[in-house]
Each structure stands twice: as structure tokens, then as C-alpha cells.
């Protein structure tokens, strides 16, 4: 057992750093810009495009500091501003698909998926969710109606405040990462060793094979989905190097978590706003499913055409 736990904790430390030499700059350096013009910019630059999605020019303010930061920023900007049901339900589904993009993105893209491709596919995904959330729902020009409100840190002031601020918040944000990270670790060598692995992945087969996957993404996908792609990453790091999942498996896993991860937290934190959260929660699960078991067979169809035709290649230059 003492060995089982020194080598998760190594695992762990290894994967830690990795993701900390991620997470720390860019958690610094955005908490940083947003005390400075630059995000103002974006929600200015931004705000004309808003009426297209059924949102005001103000809901730029959420969707900037949720993609820049995360969604608990974008919560507090929410309830600065009366928005319709409506709107607040646009946006809670939007931020679900798009939020945090700079750090999730950049750890994602750690796990061999490219950067530009979960960016892309994100907001993408976050700019048509909200389109057909428009045209198809008619109703929720009440407005809502608030509950408790996240807590929000006093504004820095000055330079060296700021840059403080930026600090702490990167450092906590490594330390919460290496406190999720060393004992997941730990309990995935176990169940590993221990051959639990094997078991649970029969367990979810079923599931994988529909989305196009092989058995060998299953710990991959629990992972994203219970913990979400920043913290996941650790699990679909260790996934690549030892269950041996291939790059198409990754990039399906990756489509079906972009759209669905950390379905616990990110559903419940969205109460207070006075949205109903069960439609939320089933509209990111049945697009995250539809979409990845679309593209999966598809990119398989195209799989086995594509080797039926080597084999018929190789097989007339005999």
C-alpha cells in the first residue's frame, strides 16, 4: 500500500507541475488585465454583436469576464444588471460552454489536443447554443429574479495591490490545483494496481462505444465530467501515457467535454440566479452526446473507408 501511495504522490507531483506552470501566468496575468482598460475594450467591442444572440449590449459584461476569468466572475457581473429569465438562462448556457478559456484551453491543449481547436470549438459551440436558445424560446421576458450572490473581492488599489491580488490568486489557484490533483492521483494508482480500472471501464464500455470511443477514454471522461477540464487534465495526461487512449479518442473525449464538464458544479452554482437549471443540465449533456456520437461516427466511417482502401490498394499491386 505504502508503495501504491508513493507512486501516485509522484504521478501527482509530476502531472501538478505540468498543469502549475500553466495555471500560475495565466491566472496572474488575466487577474491583472482585468483591473486595467483591456477588458473594458473587449465588453466595448464586443456589446454591438449581443441583439443577434437575444441578449443587451450589457451582457457583454458577463461573457468577457466569464471567458477570461470563470464563471463565478461572470455570475457576480451577472447580477449587476436586471436581465430577463431569458437572458440569464442565454447566458448561463453560453458560459457553461465558454468560460475560464485562456487556463482550461491551455491545460487542455497540454493533453495533446490543439489550443486553437478548444478555443474554437468552445465558443463555437457557446455562439450557437445561444441562437437557437433565441429563436426557439419565445417566453422569459420576466425578469429574473436573484438569490444569494457570490462574494466579491474588494477592488486593489494601485499597482502593487493589483499585482499582489494577481499573486495570491495564482498561487491559491496552483494550491488548490496540487490539493485535487496528489490525492486523485493516489486513488487512480490504487484502482489502477489494484485492477478496478479494467472493471469500471466494462462498466462504461457501452457508453464510449456509442460516442465512437475505445473502453481505454472512460477514466478520461469521468474525470472531465465530475472535475472539469482544468483539474481533469491530470487524469487525460496520465490516460494518454498509460492506458494508451489515441489522438482521435482525445479529441472526441475533448469535443464530448467542452461541451459537458464538471456538470455538478457548474449546474448547481447557477441557482441563485433564478433559472431553471434541469433544462440547463439536460441541454449541455444532449448536445455534448448528439454532437460527439455524430463526429465520432463519422470520423470512423471515414477510418475504415480510408484503411478498406489501402487494403484494396495494397491488394491489386500484388
Known amino acids: 500500500m505504502t508503495g501504491i501511495i508513493a507512486r501516485g504522490i509522484k504521478q501527482g507531483l509530476s502531472v501538478s507541475w505540468t498543469l502549475g506552470k500553466v495555471i500560475f501566468p495565466v491566472t496572474l496575468i488575466v487577474t491583472i488585465l482585468r483591473f486595467t482598460p483591456v477588458l473594458p475594450w473587449a465588453m466595448e467591442k464586443i456589446a454591438p454583436f449581443m441583439a443577434w444572440l437575444g441578449l443587451s449590449g450589457e451582457a457583454a459584461v458577463p461573457l468577457v469576464l466569464g471567458n477570461f476569468l470563470n464563471l463565478y466572475a461572470g455570475i457576480a457581473a451577472i447580477i449587476s444588471f436586471d436581465f430577463t429569465v431569458k437572458e440569464v438562462f442565454i447566458l448561463a448556457v453560453m ?119 475505445e473502453r481505454n477514454t472512460s477514466m478520461t471522461l469521468v474525470a472531465g465530467l465530475t472535475i472539469g477540464l482544468a483539474y481533469g487534465a491530470g487524469m487525460m495526461i496520465q490516460a494518454v501515457k498509460e492506458d494508451g487512449v489515441s489522438k482521435k479518442d482525445m479529441y472526441l473525449a475533448m469535443i464530448f467535454l467542452v461541451a459537458c464538464h464538471a456538470v455538478v458544479e457548474d449546474t448547481l452554482i447557477f441557482i441563485p440566479l433564478g433559472i431553471p437549471v434541469w433544462p440547463l443540465l439536460a441541454f449541455r449533456l444532449v448536445t455534448a452526446i448528439l454532437l460527439t456520437a455524430v463526429i465520432g461516427f463519422i470520423w470512423n466511417r471515414l477510418e475504415q473507408k480510408r484503411e478498406e482502401h489501402i487494403h484494396e490498394h495494397k491488394y491489386n499491386t500484388l
Request: proline fraction near 3%; charge should be neutral; avoid cysteine.
Open 95 to 213: 458560459m457553461s460552454f465558454s468560460h475560464n478559456l485562456l487556463i482550461e484551453s491551455t491545460v487542455a491543449s497540454r493533453v495533446g489536443v490543439s489550443w486553437w481547436y478548444v478555443i474554437g470549438f468552445r465558443i463555437t459551440l457557446a455562439l450557437l447554443a445561444a441562437l437557437v436558445i433565441n429563436l426557439v424560446w419565445k417566453g422569459g421576458g420576466e425578469l429574473a429574479d436573484y438569490g444569494l450572490a457570490p462574494q466579491q473581492q474588494a477592488a486593489p488599489d494601485g499597482w502593487f495591490e493589483i499585482i499582489l491580488q494577481g499573486l495570491q490568486t495564482a498561487s491559491m489557484g496552483v494550491l488548490q490545483l496540487v490539493l485535487i490533483v496528489l490525492p486523485l492521483m493516489v486513488f487512480m494508482q490504487y484502482l489502477r494496481e489494484k485492477g478496478w480500472l479494467d472493471i469500471f471501464s466494462g462498466w462504461v464500455a457501452p457508453a464510449t462505444k456509442f460516442l465512437g470511443m
